[in-house]
């Protein structure tokens, strides 16, 4: 019923900046608990289980892998029901395909996933 469509993702140099987007859409019942989801951002690289890069729970309190902890931030437009996450200072070790998560009891929601490469 909900779906989320990423956007933002591509080709930067080392030390640029991208904000990706993950928007839902759906029925208006689901949509209707978008601030109640908790929002995550993952990466996964080829050979490697997707890794958990940011969290922002219903209340809005936010966590951060020890990697990108002050160089990325995750935020939430709960009117245009839209997540995000602003990756500043990337580094080619960020190369990867990211993927936007919403939970909510048994429901489990992912993006398509969009390719973010950073070159030296």
């Known amino acids: 019923q909900v779906h989320l469509v990423e956007s933002g993702g591509g080709l930067v140099q080392s030390g640029e900046s991208l904000n990706l987007s993950c928007a839902a859409s759906g029925d208006i019942l689901s949509l209707s608990t978008f601030t109640l989801y908790k929002t995550n951002w993952y990466a996964q690289t080829p050979g490697r289980q997707r890794e958990l890069i940011a969290t922002?729970?219903?209340?809005?309190?936010?966590s951060y892998a020890d990697s990108v902890r002050g160089r990325f931030t995750i935020s939430r437009d709960n009117a245009k029901k839209t997540t995000y996450l602003q990756m500043n200072d990337l580094k080619p070790e960020d190369t990867a395909v990211y993927y936007c998560?919403?939970?909510?009891?048994?429901?489990?929601?992912w993006g398509q996933g969009t390719q973010v490469t950073v070159s030296s």
């Open positions: 998560n919403h939970q909510i009891g048994q429901h489990d929601y």
């Open positions: 922002m729970t219903f209340g809005g309190k936010t």
